[in-house]
């Protein structure tokens, strides 16, 4: 059974050999924090996790090595690093993909119907 899909928010940043990509939830907040980096990045950055992908923002994510950070960014702390892709990259809203699984998992395999 499907269900869960709703829109997510990537921002892209295309460097010099690679493309990197950083998930926000809070657009609002991100927006704010480009003015303002007072804000945490906590409270709207999804996951500190950066990604790497060869054929944009639509392709498939690797986690990015920190060998790839360092040539990139001349650095591998990953809070800089998101703080160069959020400030020099482009948002985009994107389509999560839908979750795949039972509602009430309490019910076992076939859903409660034995």
């Not at 001349?74 to 703080?83: A, L, Q, R, S």
Request: aromatic letters at 10%.
């Amino acid at each position: 059974m499907a269900r869960g899909e709703t829109l997510q928010t990537k921002v892209h940043y295309k460097g010099a050999d690679e493309e990197f990509i950083v998930f926000v939830d809070d657009v609002a907040d991100y927006k704010k924090w480009l003015n303002d980096s007072s804000i945490p990045l906590s409270h709207f950055v999804s996951t500190f996790s950066i990604f790497t992908t060869q054929r944009g923002v639509q392709g498939p994510l690797n986690s990015a090595p920190n060998s790839t950070l360092d040539n990139e960014f001349g650095t591998h702390v990953e809070d800089e690093c998101i703080k160069i892709i959020l400030k020099k990259g482009t948002a985009q809203e994107v389509e999560a993909p839908e979750r795949l699984g039972f509602r009430n998992e309490s019910q076992g395999a076939r859903g409660g119907h034995y």
